[in-house]
T-cell receptor, first 114, second 113 residues
Framework: DAGVIQSPRHEVTEMGQEVTLRCKPI?????LFWYRQTMMRGLELLIY????????DSGMPEDRFSAKMPNASFSTLKIQPSEPRDSAVYFC????????????FGQGTRLTVV | AQSVTQPDIHITVSEGASLELRCNYS??????LFWYVQSPGQGLQLLLK??????LVQGIKGFEAEFKRSQSSFNLRKPSVHWSDAAEYFC???????????FGAGTILRVKS
């Protein structure tokens, strides 16, 4: 398996533009997580899905952020409109069902909003 | 509230020396504990995890960690560090099933030759 795949790896956009980050989880995994990593706040969970259904989005910072999982092999995190303080590395992770499984992380998308 | 404290922001060790990275957690229930490593520009890779059972757990790359409930600690150790171990290390705690992980701030390990 190729692991969790995120695209793009790097994104530079202007303030006010819409940004869409993409994630393909590991096949067969039914949990998907979106994390954000910043120097100030470290790694924070934004939202997670189970079987394509959002379970907990309490970490989503504002209404400008939205996430979808239209099917088991694809998820998006959208920021509209983007702001400079959204600059961070966004990680997607997935894990399988079971009590003794762990999350596998993608390589992240480094977002810079100028 | 659940939290993870990694007291050391940076640690420098000589190649071949032993290593211990500290992790203390605050959690209201039985914790699931993890150590992840992140190399520059890369995602997080799981080193080891503790769910239950033996409190000394072995991981990849020669790492081990010991869960001490009385001290709320889950310190990571390696007897002999290699230059390739230079990276950032994150301790994390979560509920059963490992959802909603809370991460520590990370410890950056530098290895000097």
């Amino acid at each position: 398996d190729a692991g969790v795949i995120q695209s793009p790896r790097h994104e530079v956009t202007e303030m006010g533009q819409e940004v869409t980050l993409r994630c393909k989880p590991i096949s067969g995994h039914d949990y998907l997580f979106w994390y954000r990593q910043t120097m100030m706040r470290g790694l924070e969970l934004l939202i997670y899905f189970n079987n394509n259904v959002p379970i907990d989005d309490s970490g989503m910072p504002e209404d400008r952020f939205s996430a979808k999982m239209p099917n088991a092999s694809f998820s998006t995190l959208k920021i509209q409109p983007s702001e400079p303080r959204d600059s961070a590395v966004y990680f997607c992770a997935s894990r399988g069902t079971g009590t003794n499984t762990e999350a596998f992380f993608g390589q992240g998308t480094r977002l810079t909003v100028v | 509230a659940q939290s993870v404290t990694q007291p050391d922001i940076h640690i420098t060790v000589s190649e071949g020396a032993s290593l211990e990275l500290r992790c203390n957690y605050s959690y209201g229930a039985t914790p699931y504990l993890f150590w992840y490593v992140q190399s520059p520009g890369q995602g997080l890779q799981l080193l080891l995890k503790y769910f239950s059972g033996d409190t000394l757990v072995q991981g990849i790359k020669g790492f081990e960690a010991e869960f001490k409930r009385s001290q709320s600690s889950f310190n990571l150790r390696k007897p002999s560090v290699h230059w390739s171990d230079a990276a950032e290390y994150f301790c994390a705690v979560g509920p059963q099933y490992g959802n909603k992980l809370v991460f520590g701030a990370g410890t950056i390990l530098r290895v000097k030759s």
